[in-house]
């Protein structure tokens, strides 16, 4: 294992040792009746640090920027995870820089009792926060009642409050189509994988959506199916151990979805002894870039969701005076969902996975949302 994806490995193990239940509502989430989790549960009562930054006064735009003079992000683990809470902070500076807001982040707040955290943020001045995670919408609506001058954007809310909650929800579904397309054009062995991390309902859905893409790409290719626990975002050993033994049943391309045990699953593809037919092992990730990481040239692309079109779509809410009326997605048409064209992905291939991106948006290829894992299992069998 190289030693960038060790170092990775290592902070998200430390980050999963703070924390004390297995199972909670979940920070990447699903939609209603979902109760899943990227790390288990803490009962933070403490709020951390915030770090404020100033944004530049030259990235102001033509909107009147005293409208939202303080943007706040609140996620539940440390946003240097090349992943889910990482995608969340960034966007949100980018959103402040934008509009020529202050920006402060609240990281590592864990899945307990947030309410003195984002307390804390509106005390420092935050008049728009974001709650990066679907167990703080509660909250966060709640404070957002007593300021009664707070907007809160939460993550798979589920419901909108005018003028005070607005809830994001994500068509990630359409990014995996377009990652199964890749991956039946990458695999020599005709068989690909799927490892998830939990019983989550964005991996279902993202799993249907890599299905029925390889299978409309390559109608006799084979795909595996494989679940670490019932909620192992943060094990990246168990993921190791259920990624090597998809691999070791002949898939050359691993579609890896985990959050923190993703970098287990990297480190299975990284040592792999490819199986026959192939020359290599690759891996397919979702949420997060981690390009940066890949010295064993085993990263093919990622399914990468970013927040800052919902962002600005919020933005254009709030000075129109509709915040909090409509749910906002993210999506392939808005760039909010998409994958990363790496230097492995043959122009040519980019090329079809483009055509297919543009059919998906104008409505000709149609990818459902399945949220029931029976569905996915009938999809393969």
Not at 73 to 95: F, L, R, S
Not at 129 to 151: D, F, H, L, P, R
Not at 368 to 380: C, G, Q, R, V, Y
Request: net charge negative; aromatic share 6%; charged share 20%.
């Amino acid at each position: 294992m190289s030693s960038r994806w060790t170092r990775a490995l290592v902070l998200i193990m430390v980050v999963a040792l703070l924390a004390t239940a297995a199972m909670v509502v979940a920070a990447c989430g699903g939609e209603e009746e979902t109760t899943t989790t990227a790390a288990p549960e803490t009962t933070t009562t403490m709020a951390p640090e915030t770090t404020t930054t100033m944004a530049p006064e030259t990235t102001t735009t033509g909107a009147p920027t005293a409208m939202v003079k303080k943007i706040g992000v609140i996620v539940p683990e440390k946003a240097n995870d090349y992943g889910w809470n990482q995608q969340h902070a960034e966007a949100g500076q980018k959103m402040a820089e934008k509009i020529g807001a202050e920006f402060a982040l609240a990281d590592g707040a864990g899945y307990g009792d947030i309410a003195p955290i984002m307390r804390q943020l509106v005390q420092d001045g935050c008049d728009w926060i974001m709650a990066g995670a679907s167990g703080y919408m509660t909250v966060a609506k709640q404070v957002a009642q007593e300021t009664k001058t707070v907007k809160v954007n939460a993550i798979f809310a589920q419901e909108n409050t005018p003028n005070i909650l607005q809830d994001i929800q994500t068509y990630a579904e359409q990014g995996a189509y377009l990652a199964g397309q890749l991956a039946a054009k990458t695999t020599k062995t005709g068989t690909v994988g799927i490892v998830v991390s939990a019983d989550d309902e964005n991996w279902t859905k993202m799993s249907a959506g890599f299905i029925l893409a390889a299978q409309a790409t390559k109608p006799d290719i084979k795909i595996k199916l494989a679940q670490v626990g019932q909620a192992a975002y943060a094990d990246a050993a168990a993921a190791k151990r259920t990624t090597e033994t998809v691999i070791a049943e002949g898939a050359d391309v691993i579609f890896g979805m985990g959050d923190g045990s993703s970098f287990g699953m990297i480190q299975a593809v990284e040592t792999a002894t490819p199986p026959s037919g192939a020359d290599k092992v690759w891996f397919i990730d979702v949420i997060g870039d981690k390009t940066s990481l890949d010295t064993k040239g085993i990263y093919l692309t990622s399914v990468v969701w970013d927040y800052l079109p919902a962002w600005e779509a919020a933005y254009a809410d709030i000075q129109a005076g509709t915040f909090g009326t409509k749910t906002i997605f993210i999506e392939l048409k808005n760039n909010g969902i998409g994958i990363i064209k790496t230097q492995w992905i043959a122009d040519d291939v980019w090329a079809e996975i483009e055509a297919t991106k543009q059919a998906i948006i104008d409505g000709t290829i149609q990818v459902p949302a399945i949220s029931d894992m029976n569905e996915i299992k009938a999809l393969i069998q």
